[in-house]
């Protein structure tokens, strides 16, 4: 099982940036998917999941209406679109997979992690 995650990089305050996942090795539509960060200095957090099947879709507050999950299982694939980024939002990015299939709000509910891919936003 392999992800990759990409799309990570350096924006502005109230900028937009969309990171992709792609998934390879699993049965992907069965999975549900998550993305979690990692700023300097703090633990990982939750940030975003989306069920298999229906897309149900969970958010941390702190990114909610700002930030949205989705899938394309055609493509094996997940994406997080990231809006009104604020230098709050900085950190290492990582996509996982569950196997459950529900998408977890806990990381130990995860069975495969990508690689991060680095945000910086800048004030």
């Known amino acids: 099982v392999q992800l990759q995650a990409f799309g990570g990089g350096l924006v502005q305050a109230g900028g937009s940036l969309r990171l992709s996942c792609a998934a390879s090795?699993?049965?992907?539509?069965?999975?549900?998917m998550g993305w979690f960060r990692q700023a300097p200095g703090k633990e990982r957090e939750f940030v975003a999941c989306?069920?298999?099947?229906?897309?149900?879709?969970h958010y941390a507050d702190s990114v909610k209406g700002r930030f949205a999950i989705s899938r394309d299982n055609a493509k094996n694939a997940v994406y997080l679109q990231m809006n009104s980024l604020k230098p709050e939002d900085t950190a290492l990015y990582y996509c996982?997979?569950?196997?459950?299939?529900?998408?977890?709000?806990?990381?130990?509910?995860?069975?495969?992690w990508g690689q991060g891919t680095q945000v910086t936003v800048s004030s």
């Open positions: 996982a997979a569950d196997p459950t299939g529900y998408g977890r709000i806990r990381e130990n509910e995860y069975a495969y």
């Open positions: 090795g699993l049965a992907f539509s069965t999975f549900g």
């Open positions: 989306i069920s298999r099947g229906l897309g149900i879709t």
